[in-house]
């Protein structure tokens, strides 16, 4: 049994295997548990590995890569066309291995643990300013319903504490007062850590080059610089500045046939921790 070609369908504790050798018969076809992952891939010769890339790809990427196989990673969207009817780990698994091998797929590259733990400081600082902005849209309600309007803007919420905190507060009831300054503390405390999180990128940003290099070029902040840099794993993959925008997204949606051109919206199918800077 000569495996060169091998589909897995990555899940948090099953996974599904499916292989082939050479001439495209089926040689593997099984389920195995995430402890036993690892010892059953070692025991294999090298080979390429197809995974889509969705939620713990890249870790598992890194951790077949480092014992000699090739790992390949698949947008999902691109999986799907080799899917047959039905939908299950084994067919999944299957569907996987027919589309890495075709030659016109497009793979994504593996990102390193440093530069993951880059875009988690992004998406974690994403997260808490939406919760500062559920909170700021709370207060402001609530002060509206008592007759004291701000208007919108988180540059304009140092008002609405301004006057919970100030000596004039009397058209709010004391039980208004204790609700409010809840939010307001919560509020506070979301700043301090959103605060603590863009300290960290801005040091990370100091001690990359690459980063500086993006900062230079007009209207790249810090944030969209380290979004970048830690996002685009090998530059070298786009052949232009245009498939770099397709990339991220910022291309129209074609809806073209009979040699008409038909361009709608931007249609945003691209990676939005970098398109949304």
């Given at each position: 049994?000569?495996?060169?070609?091998?589909?897995?369908?990555?899940?948090?504790?099953?996974f599904q295997v499916h292989g082939v050798d050479g001439?495209?018969?089926?040689?593997?076809?099984?389920?195995?548990?995430?402890?036993?992952?690892?010892?059953?891939?070692?025991?294999?010769?090298?080979?390429?590995?197809?995974?889509?890339?969705?939620?713990?790809?890249?870790?598992?990427?890194?951790?077949?890569?480092?014992?000699?196989?090739?790992?390949?990673l698949m947008p999902p969207a691109y999986v799907k066309?080799?899917?047959?009817?039905?939908?299950?780990?084994?067919?999944?698994?299957?569907?996987?291995?027919?589309?890495?091998?075709?030659?016109?797929?497009?793979?994504?590259?593996?990102?390193?643990?440093?530069?993951?733990?880059?875009?988690?400081?992004?998406?974690?600082?994403?997260?808490?300013?939406?919760?500062?902005?559920?909170?700021?849209?709370?207060?402001?309600?609530?002060?509206?319903?008592?007759?004291?309007?701000?208007?919108?803007?988180?540059?304009?919420?140092?008002?609405?504490?301004?006057?919970?905190?100030?000596?004039?507060?009397?058209?709010?009831?004391?039980?208004?007062?204790?609700?409010?300054?809840?939010?307001?503390?919560?509020?506070?405390?979301?700043?301090?850590?959103?605060?603590?999180?863009?300290?960290?990128?801005?040091?990370?940003h100091r001690a990359n080059e690459t980063s500086r290099?993006?900062?230079?070029?007009?209207?790249?902040?810090?944030?969209?610089?380290?979004?970048?840099?830690?996002?685009?794993?090998?530059?070298?993959?786009?052949?232009?500045?245009?498939?770099?925008?397709?990339?991220?997204?910022?291309?129209?949606?074609?809806?073209?046939?009979?040699?008409?051109?038909?361009?709608?919206?931007?249609?945003?199918?691209?990676?939005?921790?970098?398109?949304?800077?």
């Amino acid at each position: 049994m000569q495996v060169t070609t091998i589909g897995l369908d990555i899940a948090k504790n099953i996974f599904q295997v499916h292989g082939v050798d050479g001439e495209g018969n089926v040689v593997i076809k099984k389920k195995i548990g995430r402890a036993a992952l690892m010892a059953f891939f070692s025991k294999l010769p090298p080979c390429v590995v197809g995974i889509e890339a969705c939620a713990t790809a890249h870790y598992w990427a890194r951790e077949l890569i480092a014992i000699g196989h090739q790992v390949k990673l698949m947008p999902p969207a691109y999986v799907k066309a080799y899917l047959k009817r039905g939908k299950n780990d084994a067919a999944d698994a299957e569907a996987i291995c027919e589309a890495v091998m075709r030659p016109t797929m497009r793979f994504v590259a593996v990102k390193s643990a440093a530069q993951q733990s880059v875009l988690m400081l992004h998406r974690s600082r994403d997260l808490l300013i939406r919760q500062r902005t559920m909170l700021a849209n709370a207060l402001r309600g609530h002060f509206a319903e008592l007759g004291i309007i701000v208007a919108q803007g988180i540059r304009n919420l140092p008002k609405l504490i301004e006057i919970i905190h100030g000596e004039d507060n009397t058209r709010i009831p004391a039980t208004a007062q204790h609700a409010l300054g809840v939010l307001v503390a919560q509020v506070q405390d979301l700043q301090d850590r959103i605060n603590d999180l863009e300290d960290a990128l801005i040091a990370w940003h100091r001690a990359n080059e690459t980063s500086r290099r993006l900062q230079s070029i007009p209207g790249i902040g810090v944030i969209t610089a380290t979004a970048l840099t830690a996002t685009v794993t090998d530059p070298l993959q786009f052949k232009s500045g245009r498939q770099f925008a397709a990339w991220l997204g910022l291309v129209p949606r074609q809806n073209s046939s009979g040699g008409k051109d038909r361009l709608g919206h931007i249609s945003k199918m691209g990676d939005s921790i970098c398109a949304g800077f």
